[in-house]
């Protein structure tokens, strides 16, 4: 079982950065895929930018530009680096994994969601 933390998250005034960051703990040794998605109060979840496995990053429109994904395998994490923030970014963040195990499964976990909150 591997469970995701989430951090980086808070209150930011429109045009302000924040990094978003999940940590993987217990075992995974490679992270096969992964994304960031967000859900706002009364909205549908969204993607906001994934990574899937042998591609580049893919962003929905709406950050094209201000987000970037990225990661660090050699500690089990993914970060999420979003400029210029909008009002209309807020949102609960929450991350996706793929984990790939030596016997070629893939199993996919979620975090608990951040809050970004953005001040116009």
């Known amino acids: 079982q591997v469970q995701l933390a989430e951090s980086g998250g808070g209150l930011v005034q429109a045009g302000g950065s924040l990094r978003l960051s999940c940590t993987a703990s217990?075992?995974?040794?490679?992270?096969?895929?992964m994304g960031w998605y967000r859900q706002a109060p009364g909205k549908q979840r969204e993607s906001v930018a994934v990574?899937?496995?042998?591609?580049?990053?893919i962003y929905a429109d709406s950050v094209k530009g201000r987000f970037n994904i990225s990661e660090d395998n050699t500690k089990n994490t993914v970060f999420l680096l979003m400029n210029s923030l909008k009002p209309e970014d807020t949102a609960v963040y929450y991350c996706?994994?793929?984990?790939?195990?030596?016997?070629?499964?893939?199993?996919?976990?979620w975090g608990q969601g951040t809050q970004v909150t953005v001040s116009s």
């Open positions: 990574r899937p496995h042998g591609g580049g990053p």
């Open positions: 996706n994994i793929h984990c790939r195990y030596s016997d070629a499964t893939v199993y996919n976990y």
């Open positions: 217990g075992y995974c040794p490679d992270l096969f895929a």
